[in-house]
């Protein structure tokens, strides 16, 4: 892909939107949709374990709530439950904070560099519209990214009658939503060559794009440093948005 057009494409959570408070909160608020889903009889502590395990395994807890308890589970179950009136206030109030507002003052910086050098910028997040939109807005980047460039789990680009018929998830890392997300990215930037640098800061949600010319796989260390530090040609690891100046 040298010499290709880049293409930024960004996780919200754990990249854009650090804030380990919220995680936790966040973990919260989906084993309470364990139970829900599963038995609102069971203990908290089963709940969790549930949650966790289906994390681990699939990469999102719906996706293996799906698999093993209920295959009529949907996105818009999750996302409804999840992400309701009192957490998005909650996010709202967190991101007030100075940490947060630091990040978003990085990412504004990163945003019109890109712009300067014509680089699109997309967000590529499992979470719904409203989240995303809510800390963009409180990180004030919001006027900054094209309404068109945030690609969430219930955005429109999903709907597909004959896929959705079979209660199909478009989720990471379902191989089938990288696709998704890419036949997008090139259709609506009109261009046949893109490289797409996609920068997440779970490794199981790299995997699916490794040794894949199209995308550069990116992944964002957290802040407590769990993951080593990486360069090769599959892999790059970053500790900071700031550093993705360097690919540009």
Not at 86 to 104: L, W
Not at 123 to 147: G, H, P, Q, R, Y
Not at 187 to 214: A, C, G, H, R, T
Request: with cysteine.
């Amino acid at each position: 892909m040298i010499g290709s057009k880049k293409c930024f494409v960004l996780d919200m959570d754990g990249v854009i939107f650090r804030h380990s408070g919220v995680s936790l909160q966040l973990n919260s608020k989906v084993n309470l949709f364990v139970k829900k889903s599963v038995n609102k009889y069971m203990d908290d502590g089963k709940a969790f374990k549930i949650n966790t395990q289906m994390y681990k395994e699939f990469g999102h807890t719906l996706i293996g709530l799906q698999k093993i308890y209920d295959k009529n589970l949907e996105i818009k179950d999750y996302n409804n439950f999840v992400y309701d009136i009192e957490f998005i206030n909650y996010i709202k109030r967190s991101c007030k904070e100075d940490g947060v507002q630091e990040d978003g003052k990085t990412f504004k910086e990163l945003l019109k560099a890109c712009n300067n050098k014509n680089i699109p910028v997309y967000i590529f997040s499992n979470a719904n519209k409203e989240w995303c939109n809510t800390i963009l807005d409180k990180m004030n980047v919001l006027e900054l990214m094209n309404n068109n460039n945030i690609i969430t789990s219930d955005n429109e680009i999903y709907d597909n009658s004959s896929i959705k018929s079979t209660k199909q998830i478009f989720l990471k890392p379902y191989g089938h939503t990288y696709l998704k997300v890419m036949e997008y990215i090139f259709k609506n930037e009109d261009y046949n060559d893109l490289q797409l640098i996609y920068v997440d800061d779970q490794l199981k949600n790299l995997i699916p794009i490794m040794n894949n010319s199209i995308w550069k796989p990116i992944l964002m260390r957290e802040k407590e440093g769990y993951y080593e530090k990486i360069c090769t040609d599959n892999l790059y690891t970053i500790d900071d948005l700031s550093e993705l100046h360097m690919l540009m």
